[in-house]
Every structure is written in structure tokens, then in C-alpha cells.
């Protein structure tokens, strides 16, 4: 596609429910990162994709949250049991690789998520 | 411990001067630092890169300089306008190459019709 397509844009969930956050990159993007942004603060690095390597999971916050990327392209964020404290704008990018990141990541819009 | 920090409180300016923003890192080595756009309610927009090499970039009305010795890099916004209004963040990738950006907070800036 155009850009990077995130989905729901807004996603209200209750207490100890669980929610599956998705990303759509760029056709040809090899790198994929997942980031959460709580209001203000930074950006904080969850998880990253290249290729077929295994994920880079070091941002994860705890064991309630994984990820998958399918077939190199669409990827998954979940988050099991969400507490109040997994409400946040969670973010993800697209790059052409590793040396891509060099000429910047690309973002979706987010997904908005209110735990209730 | 290593940071990046930006000025937390917004910038105002008045349409036409020239914005600058300031971006100081502790405990890094960066390969390079780049600096984006948001706007509300959007994902980040990728605007310039310097490398640790590099004095100072430019792209139509923005430069942007990188000072090793410092540990800062400093954002410039001339002719501002009041589309220029964001939150600009600035993000650096750590000479150790684990091709993760780490980003700042960002600050907001405000031009002033």
C-alpha cells in the first residue's frame, strides 16, 4: 500500500480483556517496529521485525504482551489481560531493512487504545 | 544512564522568524540522529538525517546541525509558518548498531499567526 495502515484507529476494551492490535507495512518493507506512546511521553520501543530473523522482543513490557509478523507483511500486536496502564497510542513503522531506518521510518496513524 | 532530552515546554514563535528546537543526548554514540514531525493524532513524518560525520543538513527551510563534542543537535525552522506548528522529536540509532531509533519526547512548537 501507500503507507502503513494500522487497524482499529480507536479501540475501547475493559479491564483483563484481550485485544489484537494490527499493522499493514509498506509492500517492500523488510523491517517492521511496533513503539507505544503514552501521553506525554517518547516513544517507547516494544518489538522489531527484519525479515525472517527472529524478533528483537527486548521492549516488551511483559509476558501479557507478543507479537507475530505472517509471511514477512502483516503483523499482529496482542495484548493478553490488558490493564489500565496498556492505554496508550501503540505505533508501527516500516523501513527497507536495517540500513533502511537510515532514510527514516515510515508510521501509521496508530491505534488509540483505552483500557477501561 | 543514557537519555535523550528535548525542552518539554512549548516553543512559541512568531510567523516568519526562525524556530529552533534543541535536542541533548547523554551516554550515547550515535551512528546518526534524525528528526521528525507529528501531529496530533498521526504517526510520526521523518523529516532529516545527519550522520555522526556531518556538521549540518539542510532541506528547503529546515537545518539541522549535530555537534559530537556537545552531545546536541539543534533544528532550525526559517520563514516559520503556522503549518510549521508540531510536535518535533528528535531520534538518534546508537553506534552499536542494534537498529533500534530511540526517540525523545518531542517538543511542541507554535508559530504565531
Known amino acids: 500500500g501507500a503507507g502503513v495502515s494500522q487497524s482499529p484507529s480507536n479501540k475501547v476494551t475493559e479491564k483483563g480483556k484481550d485485544v489484537e492490535l494490527r499493522c499493514d507495512p509498506i509492500s517492500g518493507h523488510t523491517a517492521l517496529y511496533w513503539y507505544r506512546q503514552s501521553l506525554g511521553q517518547g516513544l517507547e520501543f516494544l518489538i522489531y521485525f527484519q525479515g525472517n530473523s527472529a524478533p528483537d522482543k527486548s521492549g516488551l513490557p511483559s509476558d501479557r504482551f507478543s507479537a507475530e509478523r505472517t509471511g514477512g507483511s502483516v503483523s499482529t500486536l496482542t495484548i493478553q489481560r490488558t490493564q489500565q496502564e496498556d492505554s496508550a497510542v501503540y505505533l508501527c513503522a516500516s523501513s527497507f531493512g536495517s540500513l533502511g531506518a537510515a532514510y527514516g521510518y515510515t508510521f501509521g496513524s496508530g491505534t488509540r487504545l483505552t483500557v477501561v | 544512564s543514557q537519555k535523550i532530552e528535548q525542552n518539554s515546554e512549548a516553543l512559541n514563535i512568531q510567523e516568519g522568524k526562525t524556530a529552533t528546537l534543541t535536542c541533548n543526548y547523554t551516554?550515547?554514540?550515535?551512528?546518526?540522529l534524525q528528526w521528525y514531525r507529528q501531529d496530533p493524532g498521526r504517526g510520526p513524518v521523518f523529516l532529516l538525517l545527519i550522520r555522526e560525520n556531518e556538521k549540518e543538513k539542510r532541506k528547503e527551510r529546515l537545518k539541522v546541525t549535530f555537534d559530537t563534542t556537545l552531545k546536541q543537535s539543534l533544528f532550525h525552522i526559517t520563514a516559520s509558518q503556522p503549518a510549521d506548528s508540531a510536535t518535533y522529536l528528535c531520534?538518534?540509532?546508537?553506534?552499536?548498531?542494534?537498529?533500534?531509533?530511540?526517540f525523545g519526547k518531542g517538543t511542541r512548537l507554535h508559530i504565531l499567526p
Open positions: 551516554n550515547y554514540s550515535p551512528a546518526y
Open positions: 531520534a538518534l540509532m546508537p553506534m552499536n548498531r542494534d537498529d533500534k531509533i530511540i
